[in-house]
């Protein structure tokens, strides 16, 4: 099932979508507001906000967080209402059948990117004819249960055999899998389950020993575990620094990335396809966690509208506050920057697609 | 211990935190009404409601509402054999054709007065098993899961009545339909018929007021008359009451399976519910001949399991942080926003054990609150059953399709419900039992995707583990009791001629 909405933290999303509520409420802004000077292309619209996530999933509270402040930032104040798709898929279909009138937005997570760039059966969507407006980046962490053997990254290729559980190959846990296989030390992937929560509790049981998590939640929620030894973190996802290079993930300046984890056991540098690849998914899993896409072809001046709303918003003190709680405190990537990481996923090489595919339907039976 | 409990019960008849409780149980009872809408759709409404009120007042607003979403589901159960939540589709089979009786009262008044029952039984093994629940809680890994899967399966052969061969086709049958769509494990999609629609799988309100609602409410204007065959209301809602006091040791019983097997996480409610409803006509005296045709047990098992399996769900919520259900989820995550950390703290007398009791408390409240309104009204909502179809069913048409559109607002769920319906008259018609397929149906994804993580986990060892084993005797006991029984009394009907 290809879902893996568990990127950004359900109880942080929660929180905010309870104080975005609140915040709206006591701006009045949600409903259109006194339009300003010459009409502004928004004044007195209603935008559609597509989301490709089930109830309560990350992409669903995501987009209900924000859907007050774009009402609030945008010029024009227009009414923004959440459409909810329930599945990644049928979530990007839909949004991509949308009117080229300016009046949809859709939020994506590297579960809709992924099925995309790896163009697995159903998807009839193309991020290379959508408008990138902002991205929402996020990190994770990889960890073993307090029980298993790994005491230490070293000790991970001491004992091979140690179990993964997941959800699906194609989804949130692509990276780590990903990741655990460049290092190569033998881990086994367990498939299956049902979500976070089972296989948080899989791992309590002892019957997974590694799983991972987004960097929020881990700082949100598992750190009491990891300080009475239920819990031992192992590496982060990393992140993207200048120049597109590897860099600690900011959240987590002590805990040492794949790469350096990678130079524990092996005694030098990563390289190789596996390498190559996870590089390449970098920017999708990482600044496009949670991004908002227009349609190309809509007016130009709903687009400038929209790129200045978010701009507008990142300077707002008050939704900094908010949406820290929410995303965590990366910086949220807007105009040349965003491009940038865009133009990244756009430009991962054919030769990278085809190993993952490769990779993909040979270990995980995935079809394409 | 007494004292802090009797404190926790004064905090929440605080006037605050008492309109708030009544509150989520007036949405919780409206929410139950309407067929599709359950609890978890019910936390997402509230949830933006509870910043900056206190813990106390939304654990009574949230556990208000989602404690009580079954009991009122009974009406539409039992008066249009609509279900109205997921937990209510096991009182359809034998509440509906009491009500066809024109005993719709005593359905009804049975159908509170065990739920009730059931929920207070609920919040009592809350509190009481917290203490002990983790050991049980982690002994209980994918392989023992499967084999509960399994167990609920078994329950087909249990439910079928007439030929045994039709039922277990029905039931594969509804194992098929339940693997429509992404299987768990693979990134495969089955039967979706490059639908897009269908990626989804088929929705469960959809397929179940389908198969159980659609084709009474075709056959009742078809035939001119109302649900109830007989003119008058025999039967009233206190006979439904003694008719539970009568069964209280099956009322135990399944209060006991459903907060049991919703405690451990991966066992949703209606599975329980099913389970309740198996072990009831497998277990109660001349069961198997009765159930299915309007045995008054066959309404009070299940119910006494649905709101029972409320509090199971709390169990790993409160416990671990892990929630055992979707409005478990939310409920969660807003005890976060309130600052309240779950955890071993729950039990600690220094720390949240009065929230615990308030917990405890709210849903003991809650349900005592639910079936006193839900029992004043049922006197005239029975009456319902006396309607013409002509004139009532409309109206119930018009909930359903809009309830069946509103579960993802595409083309597909009308479609759907009009297939399913299809098929589900065509059953009726042809005399095949429908639970099996609901059953199947229900399974279908746990089955599978258990069964795929215990094998690719453990291999073939998971075969040998003490619980499974344990589980699988009690499956075996199970279906050569049922078997043994049927034998004796084909055997006994023949001496008897």
Redo the contacts between chains.
Sequence with gaps: ???GERILT??S???G???G??GVSSLGAFKVGPALSATPFYAGKQIRFDCPSK??GGSDLAARFLAPWVSKEVDGNPTVQVFN???T??GG?TFAARPADGLAIFISSASTQLPWLLG???V?YDFKTWHPVAGFPLGGVVYTSGKSKVKSIADLAKNPGL?Y?GE????GDTTAILALKMLDVGVKF?????GQ??E???L??G??DIHYDSSNTYLD?LK?QVANGDILPLFSFGFLGEGNKLVRDPLLPDLPTVAEAYKTIHGKDPSGPDWDAYQGLMPLRFILNKAIWMRNDCPDEAKAAMDAGFAKMVADAEFQKARTDQFGPYEVFLGKQLDDAVAAVNNISPQTIAYLKDW?SRD????F | MLHVAASALSVLFMPDNFIMLVLGVGIGLMIGIMPGLGGTVGMSILLPFIYGRSPEQAIALLLGMGAVTNSSASFTAILVGVPGTAGSIPTIVDGYPMAQRGEAGRALGAAFFSSMLGGIFGAVTLVALLPIARPIVLALATPELFMMTLLGLAMIGLLVRGSALVGTLMGVLGLVLGAVGGAPGAPVYRYTFDWLYLMNGVPLPIFAMGIFALPEIVDLLAGHRAVSRSRALTGSRWQGIKDVIHNKYLVLRCAILGTFCTMIPGIGGPVADWLSYGMAKQTVKGGTETFGTGDIRGVIAPESSANASEAGNLVPTLLFGIPGSGSMAIFLGALTILGVQVGPSMLDPNANLNLTLVIAWTLVLANVLATAACFSLSGLMSRLSLISGETLMPFVLVIVFTAAYDTTRQWGDLILLLLFGVIGWIMKRMGWPRPPLLIGFVLANAAERYLIVASERYGSEWLLRPGVLAIAAVLVLTLFGSIFREQRRLRRAAAAQ
Aim: no cysteine.
């Design positions: 099932m290809i879902s359900r109880r999303l929660l929180r979508v309870a104080a509520a609140v109830n309560g798709a329930k599945n898929i049928i279909n697995q059966q159903g009839n179990v559980g699906s190959a194609v989804s367990v498939m299956g389950y049902d929560n089972a948080r509790t899989a309590m049981q019957e997974l929620e009491p993909l995980f039976q995935a079809t």
